[in-house]
């Protein structure tokens, strides 16, 4: 792997976008460690993560696409199932929390009381 | 409610999700052979008969038209959610004000309630958090609320009535 037979564009490209899915995965990662209940937690895995893992994988399809013969569908595959069941996994951990009546941040709105 | 073993109800209850299972393997696996393309259409066929039990009632996509322009929508949302959650989340956390809301449905079919609740999920700030069937709402967690009425009224016209188009 020491001579990448590869437009330097397109390095730069598959580099641009390994690195921005980082930056967005890191951002997610510190919303987990950063904000103040439960509930709000939530948001950083569904969201930044999709984006992160999401632009990680186009550079992945990106590189392995030029290097092999045809469009690499693999990384597709992962991002729509990944789509597919963050959403599933974040409403059940929600739902999980609410059953537990974990209390969130005190200035929340509409605290369901059940 | 068991077809009979020798119908193709009972074989095939899904024929189309059958194909989308073998196509599935085949990308899966990223080549082409007669081998493989046997081997997915056997999934395709005993992974539906397995869950059978798990499935609801089987929901019709009557126009796939309006489908294909909510994937577009959903896509572009999904970016957008993405910066404003990052913005959120570095911007200083006193000024976020979270707060629940209850959705009220319009849709009743439950694979349509699914897609739109996970829609919401992947959205601006909001987790969509308990469905309510009694009731036919949603429980909605919102990372930053501003004004409920305007987002509730935001999350039917760009998302519920598409679906409703779409499902019904």
């Avoid at chain 1, 580099?15 to 951002?27: R, T």
């Avoid at chain 1, 992962?78 to 609410?98: D, Q």
């Avoid at chain 2, 990223?30 to 259409?41: D, M, P, R």
């Avoid at chain 2, 896509?75 to 009220?104: K, M, W």
Wanted: proline content about 6%; charged content about 15%; aromatic content about 8%.
């Amino acid at each position: 792997m020491n001579s990448l037979d590869m437009p330097w564009a397109l390095q730069l490209v598959i580099a641009l976008f390994l690195l921005g899915g980082a930056v967005v995965a890191l951002i997610g990662s510190w919303g987990l460690a950063k904000l103040p209940d439960f509930y709000t937690r939530l948001h950083g895995p569904t969201k930044a993560s999709t984006l992160g893992v999401g632009c990680t994988l186009i550079g992945s399809l990106l590189f392995f696409s030029h290097q092999q013969d045809g469009v690499s569908v693999q990384e597709a595959l992962v991002t729509i199932f990944l789509f597919a069941t963050a959403p599933v996994s974040a409403h059940m951990m929600g739902k999980a929390a609410l059953r537990r009546r974990l209390r969130g941040v005190a200035r929340t709105r509409h605290m369901p009381e059940e | 409610m068991t077809p009979s073993w020798r119908s193709r109800q009972f074989w095939l209850p899904h024929p189309l999700f059958s194909l989308f299972l073998a196509l599935l393997w085949l990308l899966m696996v990223n080549e082409f052979s007669v081998a493989h393309a046997l081997l997915g259409l056997t999934l395709g066929v005993v992974i539906p008969l397995v869950t059978h039990a798990f499935w609801a009632e089987q929901a019709r996509i009557r126009r796939p038209l309006p489908l294909l322009r909510y994937v577009l929508v959903l896509l572009l949302d999904i970016l957008r959610s993405n910066l404003v959650v990052a913005l959120r989340i570095l911007g200083p956390a006193r000024q976020l004000e979270p707060g629940f809301f209850t959705y009220p449905l319009a849709l009743d079919d439950d694979f349509a309630i699914t897609i739109l609740a996970s829609t919401i999920s992947l959205t601006p700030g909001t987790v969509s958090i308990h469905h309510d069937a009694e009731a036919n709402t949603l429980l909605v967690h919102a990372l930053h609320l501003e004004n409920e009425i305007e987002t509730i009224a935001e999350i039917h016209r760009r998302y519920e009535r598409p679906l409703q188009e779409i499902f019904q």
